[in-house]
DNA sequence: GCCAACGTTGGC
DNA sequence: GCCAACGTTGGC
């Protein structure tokens, strides 16, 4: 059984362009429980996902991504010359997981928020929802082939 | 273990 | 730039 997702990004700092032009790519610096939790917990290799622009105009669904690996020691946590550094991961015990995630697919057209939003089959949808500050996100299969099917 | 203060996210 | 939502921190 395959599970789903959906992760944000701000595509100023990395977009599904990127994505794409890199073609995989470590999903590091992440630092919030839950959110590691999904990844550490939930994500399993083939799992597919759906890449999300956050903070763009106007901030929409662009593509899939899929999980290529298990969870593993998010190194950015350790240096602590990087932006992400947190002083509570040592390499002892490190807190912070990421996954590599791969492209798999720009969408042709882009599925907006409000799109999102005004799409009753998309009731109840982590990211439509009002405050919805989650990185990674579950997401029901139903529900990302409907997006899918949007972006056609 | 409570909770106020604070910081961050992210849509608008 | 505003502000609601909400996670984290730290004093008690």
Redesign the pocket.
């Given at each position: 059984m395959k599970n789903y997702w959906l992760i944000?990004s701000?595509p100023t700092c990395y977009s599904i362009d990127d994505l794409k032009r890199d073609k995989k790519t470590a999903w590091g610096g992440v630092?919030?429980?839950?959110a590691r939790n999904f990844m550490r917990d939930g994500m399993k290799v083939g799992d597919l996902v759906i890449f999300?622009h956050?903070?763009?105009n106007?901030?929409s669904a662009v593509g899939v991504a899929k999980v290529t690996s298990p969870s593993y020691t998010d190194a950015t946590a350790l240096d602590p010359k990087d932006d992400h550094y947190d002083p509570?991961s040592t390499k002892e015990n490190p807190i912070w997981m990421q996954v590599d995630v791969a492209f798999a697919e720009k969408f042709k057209n882009p599925v907006s928020?409000?799109l999102i939003?005004a799409n009753p089959r998309l009731k109840g949808v982590p990211?439509a929802?009002?405050?919805?500050?989650?990185?990674i996100q579950p997401l029901l299969e139903k529900h990302f082939e409907e997006i899918c099917r949007m972006s056609k």
């Open positions: 944000k701000e630092r919030n429980y839950q999300y956050s903070s763009a106007p901030p509570k928020i409000s939003k990211v929802q009002v405050g919805s500050r989650l990185s």
